[in-house]
Nanobody, 119 residues
Framework: QVQLVESGGGLVQTGGSLRLSCAAS????????MSWYRQAPGKQRELVAT???????NYADAVKGRFTISRDNAKNAVYLQMNSLKPEDTAVYYC?????????????WGQGTQVTVSS
């Protein structure tokens, strides 16, 4: 069973920064995409950023220029550097890995870490 463990959430002031970390363990296939999602109370889960095995990245428009996703393949880890935080960034942030095999794709999720930005 693939397991993802997230850390780095917390309470910050508007304009502050946080760095989220996610460490994966288990049988991780080399062909995969790691992502960060977030979900605020009463709202749908939304995609924040993705990074491929080849380190290609994509960001939601709401976080472009403020957030940076990166990965460390040796550690099977993915990170999200969040700068210039706004109250609307407040949410539970979830780490996701989607692996691709000849039999299909598989999704795994972390438990989530709370990010709260005060105004």
């Amino acid at each position: 069973q693939v397991q993802l463990v997230e850390s780095g959430g917390g309470l910050v002031q508007t304009g502050g920064s946080l760095r989220l970390s996610c460490a994966a363990s288990g049988n991780i296939f080399s062909n995969n995409v790691m992502s960060w999602y977030r979900q605020a109370p009463g709202k749908q889960r939304e995609l924040v950023a993705t990074i491929t095995s080849g380190a290609s990245t994509n960001y939601a428009d709401a976080v472009k220029g403020r957030f940076t996703i990166s990965r460390d393949n040796a550690k099977n880890a993915v990170y999200l550097q969040m700068n210039s935080l706004k109250p609307e960034d407040t949410a539970v942030y979830y780490c996701n890995i989607r692996t691709f095999t000849i039999l299909g794709s598989y999704d795994y999720w972390g438990q989530g870490t709370q990010v709260t930005v005060s105004s």
